[in-house]
Nanobody, 125 residues
């Protein structure tokens, strides 16, 4: 079992930045991949980024490359999502998720077995 808790969400004006954190507990000795996803009101879940256990491999949604950066500090069992140049369309609930069965950086939410409760990000114009 892996428990995930997101934090760092909030309200920001367009052009601003936020850093989300995803703190893991439980089965933290396992080498698991972490993904960030988001869901805007009335829209489907969208892949944002994923990172390997070592942090050496990352994968981003094409539309977010250059603005979002995923990183991890395994000593703190925490994964971060740095979001810069935020736009109103980035408004969503952001979730982190863990895949403990595969090292593949999957963009599909169904590949991840453990999810956090989400953190709201609101970007105003």
């Amino acid at each position: 079992q892996v428990q995930l808790v997101e934090s760092g969400g909030g309200s920001v004006q367009a052009g601003g930045s936020l850093r989300l954190s995803c703190a893991a507990s439980g089965r933290t000795s396992s080498r698991y991949t972490i993904g960030w996803f988001r869901q805007a009101p009335g829209k489907v879940l969208e892949f944002v980024a994923a990172i390997s256990w070592s942090g050496g491999s990352t994968y981003y949604a094409d539309s977010l490359k250059g603005r979002f950066t995923i990183s991890r500090d395994n000593a703190k069992n925490t994964v971060y999502l740095q979001m810069n140049s935020l736009k109103p369309e980035d408004t969503a609930v952001y979730y982190c998720a863990a895949n403990v069965y595969s090292h593949y950086l999957s963009p599909r939410g169904g590949e991840y077995g453990y999810w956090g409760q989400g953190t709201q990000v609101t970007v105003s114009s």
